[in-house]
Nanobody
Framework: QVQLVESGGGLVQAGDSLRLSCAAS????????LGWFRQAPGKEREFVAA????????WYADSVKGRFTISRDNGQNTVYLQMNSLKPEDTAVYYC?????????????????WGQGTQVTVSS
């Protein structure tokens, strides 16, 4: 199993930036893909961004493309989500997830390990 711990959430104003971090531990050698999802109240969990742990290729939801950047530090077993130009509609609990599947996966069912989530609130 992989354990994931997110940090970096908070309350910001529209247009501000935040950087989320996700520290992985445990069987990290089994990680193929690391991703970020978010869930707003009353809505389903949605894909935000993901990165292939070995090859660094990244992919994004259309709603965040050009504003968010996912990256990873293999030495620290940490994945980051840099969020710029934040909007009120970005308000949600953000979850880090690890999966053992390759390819441009976006579905929560493709990720087997999840963090506890970190709240991001963007005021207008």
């Amino acid at each position: 199993q992989v354990q994931l711990v997110e940090s970096g959430g908070g309350l910001v104003q529209a247009g501000d930036s935040l950087r989320l971090s996700c520290a992985a531990s445990g069987r990290t050698f089994s990680m193929i893909t690391l991703g970020w999802f978010r869930q707003a109240p009353g809505k389903e969990r949605e894909f935000v961004a993901a990165i292939n742990w070995s090859f660094r290729n990244t992919w994004y939801a259309d709603s965040v493309k050009g504003r968010f950047t996912i990256s990873r530090d293999n030495g620290q077993n940490t994945v980051y989500l840099q969020m710029n130009s934040l909007k009120p509609e970005d308000t949600a609990v953000y979850y880090c997830a690890a999966g053992r599947r390759a390819g441009y996966i976006r579905s929560p069912v493709d990720f087997g390990s999840w963090g506890q989530g970190t709240q991001v609130t963007v005021s207008s």
